[in-house]
């Protein structure tokens, strides 16, 4: 069997600089220009740039793992053998659309050198464009597939079952249920929507600890003036309001009520009950490219444009408590429980006793998610938000970003619990615009 060659694109190097190990048995080869465009970025501040480097660091520290050089190949212990590409096709066609002093010609043409010398190669980039172009120069290209979860089948955090009248009165009457174990496995957390044929339901949780199925928590009258609308929203926040469940994911499109839930609960937990020092809420910065610098004054006045939906939904709980709204934002926004940070510069923090929501997860790359959730101290609730549909980030698609990825890799989890939300509640035209558009 031809041992096939993986040439890499800058951008799946960004997206999880432990990549090159994850090829296995297989020749894994960088072009030049990949380097260099690398070299160009490692001097930013973003998260982009500290992969760049950490890239770099990587090559530079195969001089002592394995046999063999960077130009001939290094062979790692697990089958791989790493390369940089130094020689180039440079006479592909006179006619060749893209200028031959580009980086994506000098990366293209590495790749197209290695075909025509006989190499079984695999044009390997994030970038849909550079696929289609490799594919058009009759070369084999795929996505980066390593850290990607079907969206399409991904966890929804509930299922249905039918049971007797009786188990469901027994529930009732008990506040748990033992039930036989289902063809496919009960999950950490699972919340079951319970039916009989008479019509009775209940909604219940699975306990991983005892494995019965235990009612949800009692609510009290309303949290910051929110009660749930819906089946889901009753389980978001049966989630959001367990201590013991340090890790949450609230998918669903817009009107769902995702970031309103987690901003409600984590003020009950915050203000009301003490449980956490204060509320952190961060969103990752996407349309502004690299980090928030570009904007005028100090950080607080950069983050106010981004954060403004956060700002609108916590004037909505406000308002809807029954007493004096600016008179109670204006305490919030005081009390110095109530932070708003950039993603950018939660890396390298430490962060105990924290409710910590991250909105607009999916436009995070699992790499980055990973650098958030290890951020969590003692104590420390993190939830992520967000619509895998809705992706701004051009290299991230449903089934790659980060918060599709948390929900694949924690579903087993039993400090993790994840609720997928369909019904728009936000307004009736609200509804119906996800629905017809």
Known sequence: MTRKTFVLDTNVL?????????????????PLAVLEELGAMKRFRDELSKNARAVLRYFDSLKGIGEGDLHTGVLLPN???????????????PHFALSHSSNTYRILMAAYFLAEKGEKVVFVSKDLAMRVKAGAMGLESEDYENQKFSYDS?????????LSKHEIDLFFKDGTVALAAPDEPFLPNEYLLMTSPEKSSAVGKYDPQSKRVVSLLSLPQNIWGINPLNVEQRCALDLLLRDEIKLITLIGQAGTGKTLLALASGLRKVFDEGVYTRIVVSRPIVPLGRDIGYLPGLKEEKLIHWMQPIY???????ESTGSEPNETLRWVTESKK????AVTYIRGRSLPKVYLIIDEAQNLTPHEVKTIISRAGKETKVVLTGD?????????????NGLTYVVGKFKQERLYGHVFMEKTERSELAAIAVEVM
């Open 388 to 400: 895998p549909t809705q992706i701004d980030n051009p290299y991230l698609d449903k089934n790659s």
């Open 14 to 30: 960004l997206h999880d600089p432990d990549a090159i190990p994850t090829f296995g048995n297989c020749d894994v080869v960088v």
């Open 154 to 162: 991904l966890y929804r955090g509930y299922r249905k079952i039918e």
């Open 338 to 341: 109530l932070e708003m940070e």
């Open 79 to 93: 089958g791989t053998r790493i390369r940089i590409q130094l020689e180039i096709k440079t006479n592909y066609s």
């Open 312 to 318: 609108d939904n916590l004037e909505f709980l406000c």
